[in-house]
């Protein structure tokens, strides 16, 4: 995931960046300054410059990320026109190598490991939420789109991680019975 941080100087946008990898890489408990100013190729001081603690950063970058994840997410949606098309834009959400990269998917799994450790990762997770639910709502109802999304992202690891995961026909008639179209 390539964070694409408007307004922010190189420096800063480098340092976000490297800390998303070091979380991808060595997870978040195992992330420090160190390894993210080497992996953004920056003084360790320019860490402490930019933001006030790891906390902060790490809260930062993953922030980010899951903004750049709901933009990816509502770019899907954005090509359809009805709501069977938003259902197959469901669909290739779930089954499509753009959101389900090895990286990404590492970066979900540590959010939601150590959001219930962690007040300010559970926010980000809550917003990132209700982000992807207002996306789902300009289709479906509120229930409809929370049941969506929760499909989503469970359906979302099963397919990367399941020995023999559901074809995408399948992923796509169980989108269309949440969404009430089958």
């Known amino acids: 995931m390539n964070l694409s941080v408007t307004g922010e ?31 953004a190729e920056v003084p360790l001081g320019s860490l402490t410059y930019y933001f006030t603690g790891i906390d902060a950063l790490l809260e930062e970058a993953l922030s980010g990320f899951a903004r750049e994840m709901s933009q990816t997410y509502q770019a899907y949606l954005a090509q359809a026109t009805s709501q069977r098309e938003a259902c197959e834009a469901l669909t290739k959400v779930i089954c499509g190598a753009q959101i389900t990269t090895p990286e990404n998917m590492e970066l979900m799994y540590q959010l939601y490991a150590y959001a219930s450790r962690r007040p300010a990762l559970k926010t ?3 917003e990132w939420m209700q982000r992807s639910q207002q996306i789902l709502e300009v289709w479906f109802d509120p229930v409809t789109a929370r049941a969506l999304d929760a499909f989503i992202e469970g359906m979302t690891l099963h397919y990367v991680v399941d020995r023999k995961p559901l074809s995408e026909a399948d992923i796509q008639g169980v989108v269309l019975r949440l969404a009430g179209i089958a």
């Open 9 to 39: 100087t190189p420096r800063r946008a480098r340092i976000l960046q490297a800390a998303l990898e070091a979380i991808a890489e060595y997870g978040v408990s195992a992330v420090t300054h160190r390894k993210i100013a080497q992996r």
């Open 124 to 126: 980000i997770m809550q």
